[in-house]
């Protein structure tokens, strides 16, 4: 009850193109899911993050998808670009907690 | 400002030995966690320390222990070192203010144990 599930394990899109990932969880006690994005050798960097009270959040060219009674959240990289080419993470945490639970992982590619 | 610092860098052990990592958060922050991440996989929750008070600890052996300073740095200490224990430590720091929840990662410290 306590993992978070990634999909897919790795994607390839053009650039230019949308990329999209997702994450789904089982405890209905999580109410913070942020996204990192990791380059190799780096640690994660903080996209964005969302709280189950709104459906979605957009910030630049980087949107999160929340559906609550799905228990399913998604990030939508828009007009992706080579260099978003890194490897993003999804986390949930438990209100009054800085445990994250962290997905196992989608390493992106963004072909030029 | 500067982020989250963590030193060494890299470093290499050898089975049994004991390791120190060191943290230091973001100007204004309170609180540091601990994470392991191992090669191809997300990070996995260690330690959360505020205050000097450790406030979460997850699904590690007593092996692993840390600290927090009054000046909110943090160390990481790991004894009898396995083969396993070879991953990417990651620090995190948070302001822990409010019903903000945010965490920003350090560079990580890469252990290899030989």
């Known amino acids: 009850q306590q993992q978070v599930k990634q999909s897919p394990q790795s994607l390839i899109v053009q650039k230019g193109g949308i990329s999209i990932i997702n994450c789904a969880y089982e405890?209905?006690?999580?109410?913070?899911f942020p996204w990192y994005q990791q380059f190799p050798g780096k640690g994660p960097a903080l996209l964005i993050a969302?709280?189950?009270?709104?459906s979605e959040k957009k910030e630049g060219r980087f949107t999160i998808s929340f559906n609550k009674s799905a228990k399913q959240f998604s990030l939508h990289i828009m007009d992706s670009q080579p260099g978003d080419s890194a490897t993003y993470f999804c986390?949930?945490?438990?209100?009054?907690?800085?445990?994250?639970?962290f997905g196992t992982g989608t390493r992106l590619k963004v072909l030029a | 400002d500067a982020g989250v610092t963590q030193s060494p860098t890299h470093l290499i052990k050898t089975r049994g030995q004991h390791v120190t990592l060191r943290c230091s958060p973001i100007?204004?922050?309170?609180?540091v966690s601990w994470y392991q991440q191992v090669l191809g996989q997300g990070p996995q929750f260690i330690f959360q320390?505020?205050?000097?008070?450790?406030?979460g600890r997850g699904n590690f052996p007593d092996r692993f222990s840390a600290r927090q300073f009054p000046n909110y740095s943090s160390e990481l200490n790991v004894n009898a070192l396995l083969l396993g224990d070879s991953a990417l430590y990651l620090c995190?720091?948070?302001?822990?203010?409010?019903?903000?929840?945010?965490?920003?990662f350090g560079p990580g410290t890469r252990l290899t144990v030989t």
């Open positions: 100007s204004g922050h309170k609180s």
């Open positions: 995190a720091s948070s302001l822990m203010q409010g019903a903000s929840y945010e965490q920003y």
């Open positions: 405890n209905t006690a999580f109410d913070y």
């Open positions: 986390a949930a945490s438990m209100a009054g907690t800085y445990k994250y639970i």
């Open positions: 320390y505020y205050e000097k008070e450790e406030r």
């Open positions: 969302i709280r189950p009270d709104v």
